[in-house]
């Protein structure tokens, strides 16, 4: 009787689950730290430097009678800054996407990654590492809390925690 069971539960592999990477080394707070401040550098200079320079040509005040001018920005300016925000926006969903970087990671070579080495989905990554801990900014203090557990052990932020993610050197 060779027969298989028909009340057996399926068996199947699963492959959709990539193998652990767990010979990286964690990146350096510092490293961490200037990433993100060159991301905040490179979108400033993609989204505000082209609004600046336009409102400058434009001959428009940008404050009239302590009220902002809205029309300064109408122009050329804004639709620079637009096109730079859209630019930026777009570069950092290809390269999160792909590697688990943003602008200032990939300058830095480091890359965001499940705790277990894995690679982090974009949705994990958007959802939970930006989207919740901007939820959870709101509450007073939490900023503080959040950037000072990068100084423990595991260097995991409660970002990092809430998404189950560590960031390592590419």
Known sequence: MNTPNP???????????????????????GTRLVAAILDGIIAGALIYVPLVVGVALSGRPLMVNAHFNAHAIAGPGGWLSLLGAVAWVWLTILFV????????KKLLAIKVVRSDGSKASLGRIFWLRNVVNTVLGFIPLYGIVDLLLIFGEARQCVHDKIADTIVIKA
């Open 7 to 29: 009340y057996a539960p399926p068996q199947a592999a699963v492959q959709d689950i990539g193998q652990p990477d767990m010979t990286s080394e964690a990146a350096g707070r």
């Open 97 to 104: 996407a792909r590697n688990g970087q943003t602008i200032g």
